[in-house]
């Protein structure tokens, strides 16, 4: 058994986390960190949870209790402060530790890098593509996830120049906090693009891809789930075959039969992802999609199954990938 502590337990991701954690068979939960909500018991989060957890510690606190594991499902410049605990593994899901280059960070994130030089020691963790190696693991971004399952098994046979991502996701993708972007007003019935060439996944799907993408993603009046479509260019060779042989071993990610779409209601409250492959009559461009849940393979199912790898268990342990149709 190890332990857990979850720093930003009463966040949206932090929520999710703590879900898997509890069904999790070989993870405990000694530590949940909530600045807000600390001194209280966890019911105070959500009458579901009873006493067998411990009360809300500062999330400072929460990173010192001693956990072998520690998801740490804060803000980005919150993350960026914060010191790994030696032998700890640490699954940050902010963006503050994918980015190799620390002089993204102004640009891209609005802040200048707390700690640049520790960058390094952190690997960038998504297990189908690029399984992190260490106990330091940024967990991708939920577009990050979806736009480089599409995109990187086919990065060697797609023209690099021009490929588009067309991503939309749901609004708990904005997380908890109360935002006029995400009031009910603005969000129900509407469609919008926010950060149209300035969405900080740009850079995170540039540096794991290798090139440039021009990203845009869009606000959907549901409450989870994300859907990326991405235009490329084929420079020839089976993108199909390359797509299937990529996840052929996977129990998350899954090709579609030709001619199926993926769909959000399919992926919504899963851990796992769906693509397809199309081509594009006209232009003879190929078009990727893929469908995620945001805060699942895009978050918690994610960093659970980093965990799972970086402790050497079946990395599908508690993750949310059967049901009745499974
Ligand atoms: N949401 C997603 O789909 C998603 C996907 C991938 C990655 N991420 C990343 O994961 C990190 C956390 O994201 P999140 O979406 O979970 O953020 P969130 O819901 O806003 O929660 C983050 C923290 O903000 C505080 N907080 C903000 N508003 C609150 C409120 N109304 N009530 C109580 N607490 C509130 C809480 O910390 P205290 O209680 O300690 O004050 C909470 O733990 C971010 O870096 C984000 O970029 C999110």
Redesign the pocket.
Known sequence: MSSVAI??????????TLDRVLRHPLLEVVAL??????GQPASALDVRLNGSLPP?L??DEALAAGADVVFA????E??AVLEPPAGAVVVD????HRLQDSALYPAWYGFEHPRPDTLAAWSYGLPELFPADGELIA?P??YATAALLALAPLAGAIEPAGVVIDAK?GV???????KQSSHAGFVLENVAPYRVGSHQHAPEIAQAIGFPVCFVPHLLPVR?G?LATCYVRPLGGDLRGLLEDAYSASHVVRVLPDGIAPELARVQHTDAAEIALFEDRATGLAVVVCALD??GK??AGQALQNANIALGLDETVGLRLSGVLV
């Open positions: 720093l930003g337990a009463s966040g949206y991701s932090g929520q999710e960190g909530s600045d807000s909500l600390s809300f500062p999330n499902c804060l803000g980005n919150r993350a899901l902010s963006g503050a967990n971004g939920c996701s708990s993708g904005a997380g908890r906090e109360l989870r994300l945001n805060l895009g978050a």
